[in-house]
């Protein structure tokens, strides 16, 4: 279908685009990006034109961190509800970790997962395959035919890898075919409590996880980075410490990448309050100048992508004592409201805050994306139709019931929150609508 999206103010971070203009849709590709497309004899007919003027014309949101809970989750989630969640927040692209129900280690498993998504018409699904079978820590999966099955990188989710051996072995031979391994940096002894470790944890008697467990593990990591030379990504960097020798390992040349956590951005531990489960989340919590230095850190560049981290968990298992309550909350939906609001907030404008959620994990990505590494996370003509329009005026309260994800807890229920995804374009079809929906206006909201 030939689609007009006229009058909105372009913007794609990659390449510095930032203008009032139309662009123009045909074949599932972006053919032209321009003002006057909808004037008579531009030579450009559309079948349909969406109204984009007041609104923000995007890049589709790449998502690094959304689970999606199939296989073997479907109580807290399923591929229709989740994707549905993802497109009605603007992400047009998303990475699902590998610790399912089998856990992806199985090219049968990825095929499955992958034809399941592509029939959905809607986000497009790029699985992570587990780095070691069954995540355990112990043997190597077969990547090579991981890699041919469609995944897009290996990882171990939330599970460490205590033997420094497996994770070297594992290192060695992703370096050599050029793959990306992602850890998310956390040590397997100081890593079991349920809060950050401080003066707040232990009033509530909660046990704590020390920064020292960031630390240790990203010590580990770049030591075998430095001689290995495998590209790294680095999952959810919680603490100003993490993040500080992150910069470093950066600056020193190292093939090192990061994310943040959408949560980690906006919330410190005090936000807990009396034991609020929906604040279980992790990595856990941290201190005011943790959350801080992440802010400025996703302004400045060393932070290369800001993530949903979006784990759905159902009511009966959220609704337990915290230390029993499983961990996780709803927020791909969220997710470029929360980045506005951060945005706002810092004084961080448009075209930097959005390379958060678009080039700047697509680059993360890089080759793997396969056709689709030229233009993923940009506005680019000839590029595939991946768009996002929203309303920077508009103002919504997420409330529990209204989400499409089928988990419905979240740290941010029932506050107002910025920004409102208008039309979601995937491959040039209209993946998501809400304009249908009553929308609000503020003025001033950001620059």
């Known amino acids: 279908m030939k689609i007009l999206i006229s009058g909105g103010r372009v913007i794609d971070p ?86 399912t ?14 034809y399941r998504a592509e029939k959905l018409h809607q986000a497009r699904v790029f699985p992570l395959g587990a780095l070691t079978r069954g995540l355990q820590g112990e043997v190597l999966t077969e990547m090579v035919e991981l890699t041919e099955a469609g995944c897009i990188g290996f990882g171990q989710a939330e599970v460490p890898i205590v033997n420094t051996q497996v ?11 050029g793959y990306t391994t992602w850890l998310r940096p956390q040590d397997a002894w100081l890593g079991k409590g349920v809060a950050a470790s401080g003066a707040l944890a232990t009033r509530m ?15 580990t990591i770049f030591e075998l980075v430095r001689s290995t030379r495998a590209r790294v990504h680095l999952c959810r960097i919680s603490s100003a410490a993490g993040i500080e020798l992150v910069r470093q390992a950066k600056a020193e040349g190292l093939p090192v990448t990061c994310d943040v956590s959408v949560h980690n951005l906006h919330l410190i531990d ?43 968990v159902d009511e009966d298992a959220k609704v337990l004592p915290f230390a029993e309550a499983e961990v996780g909350a709803s927020a791909v939906e969220l997710l470029l409201s929360l980045a506005s609001r951060w945005a706002q907030a810092d004084g961080v404008a448009w075209p930097r805050a959005l390379a958060t959620l678009t080039a700047g994990p697509a680059s993360v990505l890089g080759n793997s994306l396969g056709t689709l590494a030229a233009s993923a996370g940009r506005l ?15 103002w919504w309260t997420p409330r529990t019931g209204a989400l499409r994800s089928q988990g419905q807890h979240s740290p941010f229920m029932g506050q107002e929150l910025p920004t409102v ?27």
């Open 14 to 99: 990659a390449s510095g685009r930032d203008e009032v203009c139309d662009v123009a849709v045909a074949a599932g590709r972006i053919i032209a990006i321009k003002p006057g497309l909808g004037q008579a004899g531009s030579g450009f007919e559309a079948k349909r034109t969406i109204d984009a003027t007041g609104c923000i014309v995007a890049p589709g949101l790449v998502d690094l961190a959304v689970r999606l809970r199939e296989p073997g989750q479907e109580h807290a989630g399923m591929l229709e509800s989740e994707m549905a969640a993802a497109v009605a927040g603007g992400v047009t692209s998303l990475v699902c970790p590998p610790d």
């Open 101 to 114: 129900d089998p856990v992806l280690d199985e090219p049968g498993l990825v095929d499955m997962l992958k």
């Open 167 to 177: 994770l070297q072995r594992a290192l060695q031979y992703a370096g050599t075919f």
């Open 205 to 219: 008697g909660l046990s704590g996880i020390p920064v020292a467990a960031e630390l240790i593990a990203l010590h």
């Open 270 to 312: 005090v936000d807990l309050g009396y034991f609020d489960s929906r604040t279980r989340l992790a990595p856990p919590l941290r201190q005011q100048r943790d959350r801080d230095a992440l802010r400025a850190a996703l302004a400045d560049g060393t932070v290369d992508a800001l993530v949903s981290d979006h784990t759905p």
């Open 380 to 394: 680019v003509e000839g590029g595939v139709a991946d768009i996002c329009v929203f309303n920077p005026t508009a």
């Open 421 to 447: 995804v208008t039309h979601t374009l995937v491959g040039g079809q209209v993946a998501f609508e809400r304009s249908s929906e009553r929308r609000s206006e503020r003025a001033g909201v950001m620059c």
